[in-house]
Protein backbone atom coordinates (compact mmCIF):
# COMPACT_ATOMS: atom_id res chain seq x y z
CA UNK A 1 0.00 0.00 0.00
CA UNK A 2 1.17 3.65 -1.01
CA UNK A 3 0.89 5.47 2.48
CA UNK A 4 2.22 8.65 1.21
CA UNK A 5 0.15 8.95 -2.03
CA UNK A 6 -2.92 8.34 0.07
CA UNK A 7 -2.47 10.82 2.34
CA UNK A 8 -1.89 13.18 -0.12
CA UNK A 9 -5.36 12.29 -1.47
CA UNK A 10 -6.79 12.64 1.74
CA UNK A 11 -5.45 16.32 2.25
CA UNK A 12 -7.01 16.76 -1.02
CA UNK A 13 -10.61 15.60 0.45
CA UNK A 14 -10.08 17.68 3.74
CA UNK A 15 -9.22 20.79 1.66
CA UNK A 16 -12.73 20.20 0.02
CA UNK A 17 -14.53 21.37 3.09
CA UNK A 18 -12.02 24.48 4.55
CA UNK A 19 -13.52 27.83 4.16
CA UNK A 20 -13.40 29.66 1.57
CA UNK A 21 -13.13 27.18 -0.68
CA UNK A 22 -11.62 28.17 -4.11
CA UNK A 23 -12.43 25.58 -6.42
CA UNK A 24 -9.83 26.49 -9.07
CA UNK A 25 -6.56 26.85 -7.11
CA UNK A 26 -8.04 22.72 -5.44
CA UNK A 27 -8.29 21.61 -8.67
CA UNK A 28 -4.82 23.01 -9.89
CA UNK A 29 -3.59 21.61 -6.62
CA UNK A 30 -5.40 17.96 -7.83
CA UNK A 31 -3.97 17.70 -10.90
CA UNK A 32 -0.67 18.00 -9.85
CA UNK A 33 -1.13 14.98 -7.05
CA UNK A 34 -2.94 13.08 -9.58
CA UNK A 35 -0.63 13.81 -12.33
CA UNK A 36 2.35 12.48 -10.20
CA UNK A 37 0.80 9.31 -8.95
CA UNK A 38 -0.80 8.31 -12.10
CA UNK A 39 0.32 10.22 -15.07
CA UNK A 40 -0.67 13.31 -16.89
CA UNK A 41 -2.57 11.62 -19.29
CA UNK A 42 -4.79 9.60 -16.26
CA UNK A 43 -8.69 9.95 -16.88
CA UNK A 44 -8.49 10.98 -13.28
CA UNK A 45 -6.73 14.18 -13.56
CA UNK A 46 -8.86 15.02 -17.33
CA UNK A 47 -12.44 14.20 -14.56
CA UNK A 48 -11.23 16.75 -11.93
CA UNK A 49 -10.01 19.26 -15.27
CA UNK A 50 -13.54 18.97 -16.32
CA UNK A 51 -15.08 19.87 -13.07
CA UNK A 52 -17.23 23.02 -13.72
CA UNK A 53 -20.06 24.37 -11.94
CA UNK A 54 -23.35 24.83 -13.88
CA UNK A 55 -24.75 28.40 -13.78
CA UNK A 56 -26.87 28.02 -16.95
CA UNK A 57 -30.59 29.49 -16.46
CA UNK A 58 -31.81 25.97 -16.54
CA UNK A 59 -29.70 25.05 -13.71
CA UNK A 60 -30.57 28.19 -11.15
CA UNK A 61 -34.48 27.52 -12.27
CA UNK A 62 -34.34 24.55 -10.23
CA UNK A 63 -34.72 25.59 -7.01
CA UNK A 64 -36.09 21.72 -5.96
CA UNK A 65 -33.78 21.38 -3.13
CA UNK A 66 -30.64 19.75 -4.84
CA UNK A 67 -27.77 20.86 -3.79
CA UNK A 68 -25.93 24.21 -4.80
CA UNK A 69 -23.61 23.97 -7.86
CA UNK A 70 -20.19 24.23 -5.89
CA UNK A 71 -21.38 21.48 -3.25
CA UNK A 72 -22.00 19.18 -6.62
CA UNK A 73 -18.42 20.26 -7.71
CA UNK A 74 -16.99 19.56 -3.98
CA UNK A 75 -19.39 15.68 -4.22
CA UNK A 76 -17.83 15.20 -7.59
CA UNK A 77 -14.35 15.59 -6.61
CA UNK A 78 -14.56 14.20 -3.44
CA UNK A 79 -15.88 10.92 -5.64
CA UNK A 80 -12.89 11.05 -8.03
CA UNK A 81 -10.60 10.82 -5.26
CA UNK A 82 -12.27 8.27 -3.17
CA UNK A 83 -12.26 6.08 -6.28
CA UNK A 84 -8.35 7.11 -6.89
CA UNK A 85 -7.31 5.93 -3.04
CA UNK A 86 -9.56 2.33 -3.64
CA UNK A 87 -7.91 1.62 -6.66
CA UNK A 88 -3.95 2.45 -4.66
CA UNK A 89 -4.82 0.94 -1.56
CA UNK A 90 -6.45 -2.18 -3.94
CA UNK A 91 -3.84 -2.06 -6.53
CA UNK A 92 -1.06 -0.07 -5.55
CA UNK A 93 0.94 2.63 -7.13
CA UNK A 94 0.83 2.12 -11.07
CA UNK A 95 4.21 1.02 -12.56
CA UNK A 96 5.25 3.99 -14.54
CA UNK A 97 7.63 3.55 -17.41
CA UNK A 98 10.72 5.57 -17.70
CA UNK A 99 9.97 7.89 -21.04
CA UNK A 100 13.46 7.96 -22.15
CA UNK A 101 13.63 4.08 -22.70
CA UNK A 102 12.63 3.59 -26.54
CA UNK A 103 11.04 -0.07 -26.33
CA UNK A 104 13.17 -0.72 -29.98
CA UNK A 105 16.63 0.36 -28.62
CA UNK A 106 15.81 -1.66 -25.79
CA UNK A 107 15.35 -4.72 -28.19
CA UNK A 108 18.34 -4.19 -30.44
CA UNK A 109 20.87 -3.93 -26.87
CA UNK A 110 21.40 -7.34 -27.29
CA UNK A 111 21.76 -7.67 -30.76
CA UNK A 112 24.13 -4.45 -31.44
CA UNK A 113 27.40 -2.94 -29.60
CA UNK A 114 27.51 0.33 -27.34
CA UNK A 115 28.73 2.40 -30.34
CA UNK A 116 26.22 0.95 -32.26
CA UNK A 117 23.40 1.96 -29.96
CA UNK A 118 24.13 5.24 -28.99
CA UNK A 119 24.66 6.24 -32.75
CA UNK A 120 21.65 4.97 -33.36
CA UNK A 121 19.55 7.20 -30.40
CA UNK A 122 21.53 9.91 -31.70
CA UNK A 123 19.82 9.36 -35.13
CA UNK A 124 16.26 8.56 -33.70
CA UNK A 125 16.87 11.93 -31.79
CA UNK A 126 18.05 14.35 -34.37
CA UNK A 127 15.33 16.35 -36.45
CA UNK A 128 16.97 15.06 -39.94
CA UNK A 129 14.34 13.80 -42.40
CA UNK A 130 12.67 10.41 -42.38
CA UNK A 131 14.79 9.53 -45.16
CA UNK A 132 17.64 10.08 -44.03
CA UNK A 133 17.40 8.57 -41.06
CA UNK A 134 16.32 5.06 -42.56
CA UNK A 135 19.41 5.55 -44.29
CA UNK A 136 21.60 6.08 -41.86
CA UNK A 137 20.24 3.48 -39.66
CA UNK A 138 20.36 0.92 -42.38
CA UNK A 139 24.03 1.54 -42.36
CA UNK A 140 24.60 0.55 -38.93
CA UNK A 141 21.91 -2.18 -38.82
CA UNK A 142 23.43 -3.84 -42.73
CA UNK A 143 25.94 -5.81 -40.48
CA UNK A 144 24.02 -8.03 -38.55
CA UNK A 145 22.54 -11.39 -39.28
CA UNK A 146 19.38 -12.57 -40.25
CA UNK A 147 18.51 -14.14 -37.14
CA UNK A 148 19.63 -11.35 -34.71
CA UNK A 149 17.38 -9.25 -36.96
CA UNK A 150 14.47 -11.66 -36.42
CA UNK A 151 14.79 -11.75 -32.54
CA UNK A 152 15.03 -8.07 -32.39
CA UNK A 153 11.79 -7.57 -34.33
CA UNK A 154 9.73 -10.16 -32.16
CA UNK A 155 11.08 -8.32 -29.13
CA UNK A 156 10.15 -5.14 -30.52
CA UNK A 157 6.60 -6.55 -31.12
CA UNK A 158 6.21 -8.26 -28.08
CA UNK A 159 7.36 -5.28 -26.11
Known sequence: MSTKEINLLNDLIARLDQKPF????????????????????????????????DYSSW?????????????????MAREIIE???????????????DATENPALIALEEHITVKQ????????????????????????LNGLDQVDLLAMVVKMLNA
Open 83 to 97: ASISELEAFGPPVKK
Open 117 to 140: GRDLAQIMASDQPKEEKAAKMSEI
Open 22 to 53: DLESWKTNAMMVLGRIFGDTSRKVELIRNIQP
Open 59 to 75: SLRDTSGRMSQPDLCRK
